[in-house]
């Protein structure tokens, strides 16, 4: 589709199985971002990648696991920067 997917694990012993977390607030869900990174920043999950015309994607936060992702005018890309054909953070 056009959104990424959450999924979870209630337990982390082996075998047990993820379950796919189901969201009504499609307008909060995080886009597909191409070479989408995800790190942790301030107890919260940032994403960064590309969107489909491979142009740096607005960062979104996310402060629920990854259910809802938000912008934040807070976060920002440096003036100028053009992306490339890949896309990395840590």
């Known amino acids: 589709g ?3 997917a959450a999924w979870t694990k209630l337990s982390y012993r082996q075998n047990e ?3 796919y977390v189901e969201s009504n607030a499609d307008k909060f ?3 597909l971002y191409k ?3 995800v ?3 301030d107890k919260a999950a940032l994403a960064l990648g590309l969107n489909s015309s491979g142009k ?3 960062m979104l936060l996310s402060r ?3 259910i809802t992702w938000k912008s934040d005018k807070s976060f920002t890309y440096p003036t100028g920067v053009q992306a490339a ?3 990395a953070a840590t």
């Open 29 to 31: 869900q995080l886009p």
């Open 39 to 41: 790190v942790n920043y």
């Open 17 to 19: 199985q993820w379950s």
């Open 2 to 4: 056009t959104k990424n």
């Open 35 to 37: 070479s989408l990174s």
């Open 56 to 58: 740096l994607a607005s």
């Open 85 to 87: 054909t890949a896309f």
């Open 64 to 66: 629920d696991g990854g």
